[in-house]
């Protein structure tokens, strides 16, 4: 079963990424790594966003190392 919903996955992200792909009107073959980039970006803004949180709150002890203090602020409008 864990086979199976690995190849759906596999599946859904190489038609996902090839999507975005076509849509950028390509004129010779595809880099799947721009392209899954891509589709991240496009389909998938909030992943994202939480990808970049979280690489930012890794690095905090490096910033503070160098004097650095950053802070987030969720702003609502």
Not at 16 to 33: E, G, I, K, N, R
Not at 48 to 69: K, M, N
Request: glycine share 2%; with cysteine; aromatic share 10%.
């Amino acid at each position: 079963m864990g086979v199976y919903r690995w190849f759906i996955l596999c599946l859904i992200s190489f038609i996902l990424a090839h999507w975005v792909y076509l849509s950028t009107s390509p004129t010779d073959l595809p880099d799947w790594a721009k392209a899954a980039a891509l589709a991240l970006q496009l389909l998938l803004p909030e992943v994202l966003v939480c990808l970049l949180l979280i690489q930012v709150e890794q690095s905090r002890h490096l910033l503070q190392s160098f004097g650095l203090d950053l802070q987030l602020v969720a702003v609502k409008t």
